[in-house]
């Protein structure tokens, strides 16, 4: 008889993200079901209000990546009234959106990807003056000493004897799917703590542009932050020195820490090169657009589509066409009016909510029914993944020369071909990637706004369009972002002034989505099938490639548990894994 | 290095799911009875996460309230001092889900947790989606705003 593990952080309240996955006899998953157990709404919320006010509540999806929808957003507007943003403008924008990316992807990996790899207790075993060896010989990274390390030991050891830490005994420590020597596994560990401080250096850029972090301000037409050296109120010398500061910060990190880092977990991993990337197709809107944002020829990251791992032949995908783009409902909890086969094109979307899953507390989800709140967007009808890796195959792809030397690079040194890359460890890599091809452009960026602002060239914001006496009766828009997680697609329709239709293809919905109306599983789905864990009542291998595309879920309940238990175990005989 | 001389009352949770967000309902009687205070920040924490983080490093005394689940009937209340506060991040799928006691053990590891630390709270009777908090909790706010100043007169800052 298959057993199903479930994977539902949040069970007390709806949960976010859920995972349930079949297991055949010898534990390697042969189903899996990714569902979205709380609905967003915000679509709903948007109808009748003023287009040029969306930002602030598309920005409210999330409270950690704060920018991504606020730009999928102004673009939206900005593309349905044909508003051109100035060049400074430009540059901020992506600088920010740069910003977000290195911040995120760094935060992702020590905060939670690590820890799918790293095991915190064997690092209390490490020879401190090994570990020292180690760090000086993959980077210059000055935190290297073997005093350094045996204090950071001394810290975690004293946590852990206090028996308050219980940290060490929700992980998943002793796991024999771990594989790192206690020496890395310290060094990893150190890094998490650095991280810590250093994020709270970086995300300057933010709060000088948008005026506060999170949820920093944008506006319709530019940006919110004028340019005047002579001014308190506006970017000043003071205030660049800042910026530039913040991108040294940024840059170093990546280079001294977060690569080498990968590049010394990858090789006791390799097992995931192998497994982990289901679908195959690939799909990215775009990002840094260096010119106008719809002179698709000048984005860094291009935007295309890929079938079938197939790099040679790179496809221009075409958000506003109605026959490519279209969302399916068959396996989630809404209804349209044509029907529950019917797939919508965005603008003609439907948001109307029809709950027929179980009352929680429950077992199982019935997923030959529906099953989700995430619907199924499909790209001519197939599933595609978004994220990391799909812009780093784009880029290669394509010939971007700082990714190509990279990818080569890594490659090289793991001692594998380009194949690896359609992967769990291909899609953690890429992330690392990206981040330093984004830094290096960050510092680019920041030249360019220099220069843009030594040429006298300060507009931050074209009013042109800003009344709405200005605009079309009804206008359609699209607005992209290449979110941290993948490709974000905002598609608008503003009547009479006011916002008729708002639809938000998010990348965890693309995905995670549910099946469609021809049964194909998302990418999460996808890619879960055929891994084998090592032991069910500890899913570590679930979570890695779940981790490894970096679920983005509202993070809104925190409640205290006093006891440190694990939440929500209910037993059935099969075994039932359920953590907060 | 940074100063840690703040006195900080800290509300947590989220107030969109009813009585995960006692904590911050606990906020207003106490903004009327420590108006003589203003050493004290009385500050809503709401499910900020790792952005909490600097707050509870720049304390010499923090008073966190909140909802917990301590496995106790709905409507108990539940004080824990420094030393008995959990201290852990538990399984996750996203990194956004940092929770408060992620951010205490951060703040733990990088030994700035503050001298003076107390939680005041109480077992949720409902936490599901809606404003507004369950009547059994409703009528406990008065209660653990009484707790709270009791905490505070026992640090001998009121």
Partial sequence: MSQR???????????????????????????????????RGIEKIL????????????????GVCTTVHAIASVRSVEDALKIKIPKAANIIRNMMIAQQYIHDHVMHFYILHALDFVDVVSALKADPKKTSEIQQTISGWPNSSPAYFADIQKKVNAIVESGQLSLFSHGYWGHPAYKLPPEINLLAVAHYLECIDWQSQVTKIHTIFGGKNPHPNFLVGGVPMPIDMNSDQALNAERLSIIADSIKKLNEFIDMVYLPDILAVAPYYLEYAALGEGLGNFLTWGEFPVGDADDLSKFVVPRAAILNRDLKNLIMPDPRDPAEMKEFITHSWYTYTQGNDAGLFPWQGETVFNYTGPQPPYEHLNVDEKYSWLKAPRWNEKPMEVGPLARVLVMYASGHEGTVALVNAVLKKLNAPASVLFSTLGR???????????????????DDLVAEIKAGRTETFNGEKWEPRTWPKRAEGFGFMEAPRGALGHWIVIEGGK??????????TWNGSPRDHKNQPGAYEAALVGTRMA????????LRTIHSFDPCLACAIHMIDAE??????????FNIVCHR | MLEKNRKIILGLGNTLNRDEGVGVHCLEPLRERLKGFPAIDILDGGVLGLDLLPLVECCSHLL???????????????????????????????????TFQEVLQFAGIRGNLPGHLRLVGAQPADTSTGYGLSPVIEQLVPELADRAVAVLKKWRLV
């Fill in chain 1, 5 to 39: 593990i479930v994977i539902d952080p949040i069970t007390r309240i709806e949960g976010h993200l859920r995972i349930e996955a079949s297991l055949d006899a010898a534990n390697t998953i042969t189903d899996a079901y990714s569902s979205g157990t709380m609905v």
């Fill in chain 1, 535 to 542: 032991n069910p009542d500890q899913p570590l291998e679930i």
């Fill in chain 1, 47 to 62: 109808i009748g209000r003023d287009p040029r006010d969306a930002w602030a509540f598309t920005q409210r999806a999330c």
């Fill in chain 2, 64 to 98: 966190i309230l909140d909802a917990v689940d301590a496995g106790k009937p709905p409507g108990t209340v539940i004080e824990l001092s420094r030393d008995e506060i959990p201290l852990f991040p538990r399984v996750k799928l996203s990194w956004h889900q940092v």
């Fill in chain 1, 428 to 446: 953690t890599a890429a992330r690392a990637i990206e981040t330093k091809v984004f830094g290096d452009l960050l510092a680019k960026l920041y």
């Fill in chain 1, 499 to 508: 916002i008729k239709n708002y639809q938000m293809i998010v990348p965890t």
């Fill in chain 1, 564 to 573: 440190g238990r694990s939440l929500g175990e209910v037993g059935t005989g």
